[in-house]
């Protein structure tokens, strides 16, 4: 399928690339689900090359130097070299249009992301300036360039690292774990909003108890979610689980069915846990409304996070229930206990 998207955007815009996550996707024998290109060429010039075609152009991107139509069935994204600059205290870049496609790659945030493709007679042809192919085979992800620079001029990459972890079931390189570590809690310079789109695509992940245990190795956890970061290390003290509560929560988002709404509730069905803690008559602890207090932090978090109402009450429903047999928590909250 690929092949044939990229050779009728091709015959539309002429001289592009394929690039980004499109390419890596290709590389792992992945469909792309999204298709992105770029081109020296100007925005204005893409979309008049899109409407002579025929096509109705998408223009929400353009003064970022994107214009997008629909080829085959699919949505693609034609974007003009660029370079972005970012200002003191302001996380939306400055873009300058470039004839450099490296210029344009260097700019991007891991060497997973920063290949380009072309297919010349009917064969793949990658221009990979910073390795990203064989760290793509060695299952690593690593920034472009000064791993310092990149989380400077976008804090959000520090949790998009997390969420690659959680979709490709890759490691982080030592540098950018150590990186993110160190600047942690510069992820409060990030919107809300910005945390909760790459939160779910990090929760329905293929891997997500990987990219959940990125974020506590790099701290990231602990500003995100300082109901979780408790979680940590913490001991049930029951008969019934020999794992931590990190553990349990982190298995039993792993085991619960995959939508955003059941995965959210999976993450935080326990969160009141440590504040209703006693020890029983048998000298075991013991969590009664463990279930009610977290369903009313849920509200707290789902505040600081800007969720919709409907997600809120579909959560705060999913964990008030999560002990009926009925529950599709219940099951893989069972199995989550060794």
């Known amino acids: 399928m690929y092949k044939e998207i990229f050779t009728a955007v091709e015959s539309i815009i002429g001289e592009v690339y394929m690039v980004g996550g499109s390419v890596r996707d290709v590389i792992l024998g992945f469909s792309p689900e999204d298709y992105d290109f770029c081109t020296p060429l100007l925005p204005d010039e893409i979309e008049e090359k899109v409407r002579l075609a025929g096509k109705r152009p998408y223009l929400i991107g353009k003064k970022f130097g994107t214009v997008g ?18 200002e003191k205290n302001n996380r939306k870049p400055m873009v300058d249009f470039v004839s450099d496609l490296h210029k344009d790659l260097e700019r991007r945030d891991f060497t997973i992301n920063a290949i380009a493709m072309n297919i010349g007679d009917g064969d793949e042809e990658f221009i990979d300036p910073f390795g990203g192919r064989a760290d793509i085979k060695a299952g690593m992800i690593r920034a472009v360039g000064d791993v310092d620079e990149r989380i400077k001029e976008d804090p959000l990459r ?22 993110i570590k160190k600047k942690a809690r510069s992820i409060f310079t990030v919107s809300k909003e910005r945390w909760t789109s790459e939160m779910d695509k990090l929760l329905t992940g293929e891997h997500p108890e990987d990219g959940l245990q990125v974020m506590a190795d790099t701290e990231i956890l602990r500003y995100i979610f300082p109901e979780l970061w408790l979680q940590i290390g913490f001991d049930q003290d029951s008969p019934y689980h020999s794992l931590t509560l990190w553990e349990h929560t982190k298995k039993v988002v792993s085991l619960s069915q995959n939508d955003t709404e059941t995965r959210w509730a999976a993450l935080l069905h326990d969160i009141g846990k440590p504040y209703v803690k006693k020890k029983n008559s048998k000298g ?3 969590y009664s409304m463990h279930d009610k207090v977290g369903a009313e932090m849920v509200r707290g978090i789902a505040y600081r996070l800007k969720w919709s109402k409907k997600r809120e009450e579909d959560v705060v429903r999913l964990i008030l229930g999560h002990m009926d047999d009925a529950s599709p928590l219940r099951e893989c909250d069972n199995r989550a206990k060794i």
């Not at 139509?69 to 970012?86: P, S």
């Not at 520090?158 to 990186?179: I, P, S, V, Y």
Request: aromatic share 14%; net charge negative.
């Open 69 to 86: 139509f629909k080829i085959n069935g699919k949505i693609a994204e034609v974007t003009t070299y660029r370079t972005e600059r970012y």
């Open 158 to 179: 520090m949790l998009r690292a997390a969420r690659f972890a959680a979709e490709l079931g890759f490691d982080l390189d030592d540098t950018l774990a150590e990186a």
């Open 284 to 286: 075991y602890s013991s």
